[in-house]
C-alpha cells in the first residue's frame, strides 16, 4: 500500500506531499481527499494513478518519491532522482542525438515494466490500480438474450455505462467467480464450492455491500427462465428489474461490480467523486459500501481505497473511523495546492457544521453558534467556573482565560451590557443581526479557533 508521495512541479498542484502512514509500519488502507472543486483533488488521482500503472520514474516525472507497504510488512523507497539516472545523457553525443536514439516506444514500456517486475516483484508499480472516474448517469438500453457483451477493463470509464452492460457485467462477475474456483479446485480438490465462495467470491462481497447500502433491497441475480437476460433485486416481496433502479442505484450497482470485477488482493482502489448522482442518505453509506466491497470474511480490508470528494457526508463518515480512515483537507493557496490534516470534531456528535466547516471552511456562522452554545452549556455544569445562564458570566470565563489574547481577542460590544470578548460579540451580533454589529470573516476564524481550543481543554478537565 502506498504510504507516501511526494510530487515536485506538478503543473496544477505544484509541489505537495501526501502522508498516508499511521505510524512507521503500518498504512491507513483507506484515504479521503477533502476539496472544493478546483483543488487539484482529481489531478492527484490521475498522478497516483499514472505513477503505479507506469515503469521507472523519469527525470520528468513529478512524482520525486514514494514510500510503500508490501505484502510483508517491509518499507520501501523510489526516488526519482536515483531511476532517472538510468536515461541520463552520457557524455559525446547532443540531447537531440540523446533523444532520437532513447525514443520510447509502447514495446519499450512492456520491456521496462517486465524489467521492473523481475528485478524488484514487491514494487508497488507491479500491484494493480483501478481508477473509477467520476460519473453519473446512465444509457438505458435493453437487449435480449442473444446480445454479445465482451467485458474489458475500464469499458465503463471509456465510454460510459449503459443498461445492458451492467447486467453483463454482474453476469460476468458471477462467471469469473465459477471459473476461478474450477482451477483452484484441480490444485485443491479436497476444497468444497461453498469454503472456496466464502473467501474468494466477488459477488457475495457485492451482495453484502449492497444490501448493507440498500437495506430495503436483495440482491437475486439472473433468472435464465425469462426471455430476457436482465439482473433481479427484491424488494419486500416484489422482484423487480435492475432497469427499474434510479439512476443513483444503477451506478453504485456498476461502479461497484466494475471494480471487483477488476480487482486483485493488493490492488489500489481510486475512485474520484462517488457521491455524484447520490441523495444525501446514500452518500453517508458510500464509503462503508467500496470498503466492504474489499474487506474479507475475516473483516481485512484487501485493497487500498483513495477517495476524492467534496461530499461533507463522506467526510463525516470518514472521520468517524479515524484508526482506519485519513481524511486529507486539499486547499489552493495561490498556484499550489497545500495538504493538511483535518482537526479532529470537539463537539462530539459530527455535526454537518463542523464538519463543513473542518474540510470546506464553509459554514462559519452556524459552527460558531454550536461551539459557543456547548461550551456555555458545559460550563455551567462545572460549578467551580462560576459561568451561569447570563452572557455577562461566559464573557467573563472567555476574557480571563490563559488562551485569551487581547490583542486577537478583545471586541468590546456596549450596545447593552458591557461585553469585552470577540466570541461574545459575534454572537450577539448572530442572535441579532439588525443591532448594527460588524466582524469579518476572519473574525469569525479567530473567535472559533478560540471557542475549539477552550472547548477541548475543558472537555479533557473533565
Not at 493557496?333 to 483535518?342: D, L, M, Q, R, S
Request: with cysteine.
Amino acid at each position: 500500500m502506498i504510504g507516501y508521495i511526494k510530487f515536485e512541479n506538478e503543473i496544477k498542484i505544484g509541489d505537495i506531499e501526501l502522508d498516508f502512514f499511521k505510524n512507521e509500519n503500518e498504512v491507513y488502507n483507506t484515504i479521503v481527499l477533502a476539496g472544493e472543486n478546483g483543488c487539484g483533488k482529481t489531478t492527484i488521482l490521475n498522478a497516483i494513478a499514472a505513477f503505479q500503472r507506469g515503469s521507472y520514474l523519469q527525470e520528468s516525472s513529478s512524482v520525486q518519491k514514494v514510500m510503500y507497504l508490501d505484502e510483508n510488512g517491509k518499507v520501501h523507497e523510489i526516488l526519482r532522482e536515483k531511476e532517472s539516472l538510468r536515461y541520463s545523457k552520457p557524455g559525446g553525443i547532443t540531447q537531440e542525438e540523446w533523444e532520437d536514439a532513447n525514443e520510447f516506444t509502447e514495446q519499450d514500456f512492456y520491456a521496462e515494466k517486465m524489467k521492473l517486475s523481475n528485478e524488484n516483484p514487491y514494487d508497488i508499480r507491479n500491484r494493480k490500480v483501478i481508477f473509477s472516474e467520476a460519473r453519473s448517469g446512465f444509457e438505458v438500453k435493453l437487449e435480449g438474450n442473444n446480445s454479445n457483451y465482451d467485458y474489458e477493463e475500464d469499458k465503463y470509464e471509456k465510454k460510459g455505462a449503459n443498461y445492458s452492460g451492467i447486467v453483463q457485467l454482474l453476469i460476468d462477475l458471477e462467471e469469473k467467480d465459477n471459473y476461478e474456483f474450477i482451477k483452484y479446485a484441480k490444485l485443491n480438490p479436497t476444497c468444497t464450492y461453498e469454503e472456496y465462495m466464502k473467501k474468494n467470491s466477488r459477488i457475495l462481497r457485492f451482495k453484502k455491500a449492497y444490501e448493507s447500502m440498500f437495506e430495503e433491497l436483495v440482491y437475486v441475480g439472473e433468472k435464465p427462465e425469462i426471455d430476457y437476460r436482465t439482473i433481479w433485486f427484491l424488494k419486500g416481496e416484489q422482484l423487480i428489474d435492475i432497469n427499474e433502479l434510479s439512476t443513483g442505484e444503477q451506478q453504485i450497482v456498476f461502479r461497484g461490480a466494475d471494480l471487483l470485477y477488476q480487482a486483485t488482493n493488493g490492488a489500489t482502489i481510486i475512485i474520484d467523486e462517488p457521491e455524484l448522482s447520490l441523495h444525501p442518505k446514500w452518500q453517508k453509506k458510500i464509503l462503508k459500501f467500496y470498503r466492504n466491497l474489499f474487506t474479507n470474511e475475516y473483516g481485512k480490508q484487501i485493497a487500498q481505497l483513495i477517495i476524492a470528494t467534496h461530499s461533507q457526508y463522506i467526510v463525516q463518515e470518514a472521520m468517524k473511523d479515524s484508526d482506519n480512515v485519513k481524511v486529507i483537507l486539499l486547499k489552493k493557496e495561490g498556484i499550489e495546492t497545500k495538504a493538511n490534516v483535518i482537526d479532529k470534531a470537539v463537539l462530539g456528535m459530527y455535526s454537518s457544521a463542523e464538519i463543513n466547516y473542518l474540510a470546506f471552511g464553509v459554514e462559519k456562522k452556524d459552527y460558531h453558534i454550536q461551539l459557543f452554545s456547548a461550551l456555555h452549556n458545559k460550563l455551567q455544569n462545572i460549578p467551580e467556573n462560576e459561568v451561569n445562564a447570563h452572557i455577562a458570566s461566559i464573557d467573563c470565563y472567555i476574557k480571563n482565560h490563559r488562551l485569551y489574547d487581547t490583542v486577537r481577542h478583545e471586541k468590546e460590544d456596549t450596545s447593552h451590557n458591557h461585553y469585552y470578548t470577540l466570541p461574545v460579540f459575534i454572537r450577539n451580533a448572530i442572535d441579532h443581526p439588525d443591532s448594527g454589529r460588524r466582524f469579518s470573516d476572519n473574525d469569525l476564524d479567530v473567535s472559533i479557533a478560540l471557542l475549539r481550543d477552550i472547548y477541548k481543554e475543558v472537555a479533557e478537565r473533565r
